[in-house]
């Protein structure tokens, strides 16, 4: 158990439609990061967080949002959603700015299913 | 970032050593090397991580020469149980960056 927790694990839905994905990273960990995974594909970065403030971009869609709160949870928004945005999306945390030095924490994923 | 090439795939036997190289032959002074290692379905999980030298933990050890132009990824002993997608990951430890996940190799251990 990394400590992280995301939910949904799995959730179906058809084209055009609106999700969001919710992380609680590790207890003290101020950074958070969601990447996606397409089926055998590698994780593509998508989006950092520090501490509530964008910290870093990387290949996400202008359909795609985040935000991370104040109680340091982050939520990723998939809007008018497509046959192709279906794939595993994880998120990972931690403790500081960058992650170039230590670990990042992974959650389990949510399998996102677009019918 | 540094760019990574790692081989696709490689396949072993229990019970022997396994050496995954990475090369990153434009790696930065402040860059680190991390490896990482991913089950299906799974999140992927941190091995090890090095800047120069040697490092060895429980698991694995990391072999880095002076140039650090590339990394080795050594798995003593592996088990069926290290069928795996590793992942060579390199980047600064500065505020901002972002690391990026290569494609990764599929290691398959055979019985």
């Known amino acids: 158990d990394s400590g992280v927790t995301q939910t949904p694990k799995h959730l179906i839905t058809a084209t055009g439609q609106r999700v969001t994905l919710r992380c609680s990273p590790r207890s003290g960990d101020l950074s958070v990061y969601w990447y996606q995974q397409s089926l055998d594909q590698g994780l593509q970065f998508l989006i950092q967080?520090?501490?509530?403030?964008?910290?870093a971009k990387g290949n996400i869609l202008e359909r795609f949002s985040a935000q991370q709160f104040p109680d340091l949870h982050s939520e990723l928004n998939l809007s008018s959603l497509e046959l192709g945005d279906s794939a595993l999306y994880f998120c990972?945390?931690?403790?500081?700015?960058?992650?170039?030095?230590?670990?990042?924490?992974f959650g389990e994923g949510s399998r996102l299913t677009v019918l | 970032l540094a760019k990574t090439t790692q081989p696709i795939s490689m396949d072993s036997y229990e019970g022997q050593e396994v050496n995954i190289t990475c090369s990153h032959n434009?790696?930065?002074?402040?860059?680190?090397i991390t490896w990482y290692q991913q089950f299906p379905s799974q999140g992927p999980r941190f091995i090890i991580q090095g800047y120069k030298t040697k490092v060895t933990n429980e698991v694995a050890s990391l072999f880095i020469p002076a140039d650090r132009k590339s990394s080795t990824l050594s798995l003593p002993r592996v088990s069926l149980s290290d069928t795996a997608v590793y992942y060579c990951l390199v980047g600064p430890a500065n505020a901002g960056n972002m690391l990026t996940f290569g494609g990764g190799t599929r290691l398959m251990v055979k019985p």
């Open positions: 434009n790696i930065a002074t402040n860059d680190y």
């Open positions: 967080y520090y501490n509530g403030e964008e910290r």
């Open positions: 990972a945390s931690s403790v500081g700015r960058g992650a170039g030095t230590g670990e990042l924490f």
